[in-house]
């Protein structure tokens, strides 16, 4: 079992998009086979409030959100995405929180992410102030927030119910990103 929930059949659509992506169908398709209306619902807002929004900057903020949350899935799941959109040498730096090679926009928002994540009731104006100094506006403010707030309720609901990180992520994850995520669940076997 990829949890502590008896497996499910994946969604039809979602595992076929897994097949092309992947070559096989992810432990979290699955999982969410219960409620794939409610996935869809989460990633669908998470599209609206990323549109236009670089792929690389994405990655960078469910890696950051990742890390700073302890959920070794999304950090090798997107840890391998941003090694391709970017390097592994970025992903990594952006999985142990050195930040190296990031533009002052980006070091912004993985900052912003990990407070986020880890003490939201915390964040100060001076916080916000440092995203504005970065070129972000209010509107992209608010957007970059409320995507992680989306990452945290799918992690949430992941980490709760015992979600492990797919057997072949031990393959197919840079050595780097694998020794970076030294968290979290273990990967199933």
């Not at 990031?102 to 916080?127: I, M, N, Q, Y």
């Not at 916000?128 to 403010?141: K, S």
């Amino acid at each position: 079992m990829s949890s502590f929930l008896a497996d499910v059949e994946a969604d039809p659509a979602e595992a076929e998009v897994d097949l092309k992506e992947f070559g096989y169908v992810m432990n979290a398709t699955r999982f969410w086979g219960y409620r794939p209306e409610v996935a869809e619902g989460i990633f669908g807002l998470a599209r609206e409030v990323t549109r236009g929004m670089p792929l690389r900057l994405r990655g960078i903020m469910v890696a950051a959100c990742a890390v700073a949350y302890g959920n070794s899935y999304c950090a090798l799941s997107w840890g391998n995405k941003l090694a391709v959109w970017a390097d592994p040498e970025t992903a990594v730096s952006v999985l142990t929180g050195s930040d190296a090679d990031l533009t002052e926009a980006e070091r912004a928002v993985a900052a912003w992410t990990r407070k986020v994540t880890r003490r939201p009731h915390a964040t100060t104006e001076a916080d916000v102030g440092e995203l504005r100094a970065a070129g972000f506006t209010d509107a992209q403010i608010f957007d970059i927030t409320t995507f992680v707030a989306l990452r945290i309720a799918f992690s949430t609901v992941n980490d709760a119910l015992g979600l492990r990180p797919d057997a072949q992520l031990r393959t197919t994850t840079p050595e780097g990103v694998l020794a970076a995520v030294d968290f979290g669940r273990p990967i199933a076997d």
